[in-house]
């Protein structure tokens, strides 16, 4: 198994400030755009992919979405391998309570980080299988390269989508790193799903509110597609910071 990883952050072009982050591994990128390419054949250590996006204003936003990352990246570094689908899920959940609770305490501890808050949503690759995790309304999306059909796998954790309430703002999240009392993770397993040459797609909300699913299937097969994405983004307004990851899975190479 191979992945061919293009990754972008970008402010956008209304805020002052990015509280984005994309996680690659043990790489983290914000206000910037790389490439990266992973051959599995030896590799056997987790892996994930990840995005996060901060709320909470100009500096905790994006210091809870760095919190964020860095402890998943280090809880998924120290994940034995060959746990069964439920331990890991257990382990995830507790690593997410342990994020969640820390993220309350620094508010209350500190009154400029009070309400700071993070979605995370990502990919990980681990013992030959691929678990979808999210939290928030960061989402992730399938391409079927055959199909050429673009596929929202992950649920917005707002209002609107977790109660079915249509009158509800979309914008009304309910779920995320700091924003709740409590908090749960969306844990599945995506194995199946993903072909040969597939493309998952990781994304905050600064790129899905600008453009529709069908503009972003557009162009996301194309090359240079996550800079072009990024670039219709702003030029439908950029209201919002704009960080995607493009995964294409190379099952046979």
């Not at 293009?6 to 805020?15: F, L």
């Not at 309304?137 to 989508?161: G, P, V």
């Not at 995506?190 to 972003?216: A, H, M, R, V, Y």
């Amino acid at each position: 198994m191979k992945l061919v990883i293009e990754a972008i952050s970008d402010i956008g072009v209304v805020r002052t400030a990015n509280e984005d982050l994309i996680l690659v591994g043990n790489d983290t990128l914000r206000n910037a755009a790389k490439q990266y390419e992973f051959d599995f054949s030896t590799y056997e250590h987790p892996f994930i992919i990840a995005v996060a996006d901060g709320l909470g204003g100009h500096k905790s936003g994006a210091i809870a979405s760095e919190f964020v990352m860095q402890n998943m990246a280090k809880a998924v570094s120290q994940l034995p391998l060959n746990l069964s689908k439920n331990v890991v899920r257990s382990y995830l959940n507790a690593t997410s309570k342990s994020i969640h609770d820390s993220i309350l305490d620094e508010g209350n501890a500190d009154e400029t980080r009070k309400g700071m808050a993070s979605t995370f949503s990502g990919a990980l690759f681990y013992s030959n299988k691929i678990f979808l995790l999210h939290v928030g309304d960061t989402r992730i999306y399938h391409y079927s390269s055959q199909k050429s059909l673009l596929t929202r796998l992950s649920r917005d954790h707002s209002l609107q989508e977790l109660n079915g309430n249509d009158g509800a703002l979309k914008t009304a999240i309910v779920n995320a790193f700091g924003a709740s009392k409590d908090i749960f993770i969306d844990f599945d397993e995506i194995t199946n799903i993903l072909q040969d040459t597939d493309l998952l797609l990781i994304c905050s909300d600064g790129l899905t509110k600008e453009l529709s699913d069908e503009q972003i299937a557009e162009q996301l097969n194309n090359p240079n597609g996550y800079l072009k994405l990024t670039d219709e983004a702003k030029k439908q307004g950029g209201n919002d910071n704009i960080s995607l990851a493009v995964v294409r899975y190379m099952k046979y190479w």
